[in-house]
């Protein structure tokens, strides 16, 4: 099946601070998406990007499907931008069609 | 209404009880999922449904055994399980199968197996 890598699977920032998260696939995939997870465990839906840059407020995400990784840029973080960050894709193959997801990457947002 | 309700929140059973874990939702959607999410793990998908039938069941123990009554509603009957099957358990749905834009997740069902 398709391999989904993010980076880096932890990290902590001080309130204010701008970070990249990256996530890397290893087959074409028909759509990306990007959620946040927060520490009670809702998933909430951040980016349904398949491809080219989409901006919502302080977030913003880029997927370049010919190199196959997407970014999420995070910018003037705040404490509640903390939790989990998954990337999860959906691709043709294999009869598969839930999301796929990467194993996180893990984001502590310190005041 | 452009949520996925899931109920209960926390559930505990014994390893002997029958329990089921229900999913609601009211945007229309004919695709309803099940993920099971371990702690510090990604969700993983366990049942996919599409148009109120079973479309995939990613070898899933007979343990689980979900049914969808009706295109807004989920069910995961839940029997004789162990305790390696706590988790949270999230639902999901989307416009179809297949189709990501709009796919929408409860906020899961936190199972404690003893």
């Known amino acids: 099946g398709i391999q989904v890598e993010q980076s880096p699977p932890d990290l902590i920032l001080q309130e204010g601070a701008n970070s990249t998260l990256r996530c890397n696939f290893s087959?074409?995939?028909?759509?990306l998406q990007w959620f946040h997870q927060n520490p009670w465990g809702q998933l909430i839906n951040l980016f349904y990007i398949p491809s080219g840059t989409k901006q919502n407020g302080r977030l913003s995400a880029t997927t370049v499907a010919t190199e196959r990784y997407s970014l999420l840029y995070i910018s003037s973080s705040q404490t509640t931008d903390s939790g989990v960050y998954f990337c999860a894709v959906m691709y043709s193959g294999g009869g598969a069609d839930g999301l796929t997801f990467g194993k996180g990457t893990h984001l502590i947002i310190q005041p | 209404d452009t949520e996925v309700t899931q109920t209960p929140k926390h559930l505990v059973m014994g390893m002997t009880n029958k329990k089921s874990l229900k999913c609601e939702q009211h945007?229309?959607?004919?695709?309803m999922y099940w993920y099971k999410q371990k702690a510090k793990k990604p969700p993983e998908l366990m049942f996919v449904y599409s148009y109120e039938k079973l479309s995939i069941n990613e070898s899933v123990p007979s343990r689980f055994s979900p049914e969808c009554p009706n295109s807004s509603l989920l069910n995961l009957h839940l029997h004789a399980l162990q305790p390696e099957d706590s988790a949270l358990y999230l639902c999901?749905?989307?416009?179809?199968?297949?189709?990501?834009?709009?796919?929408?997740f409860g906020s899961g069902t936190r199972l404690t197996v003893v």
């Open positions: 945007m229309g959607h004919r695709a």
């Open positions: 087959d074409s995939v028909n759509n």
């Open positions: 999901a749905s989307s416009p179809t199968q297949g189709s990501a834009m709009g796919y929408t």
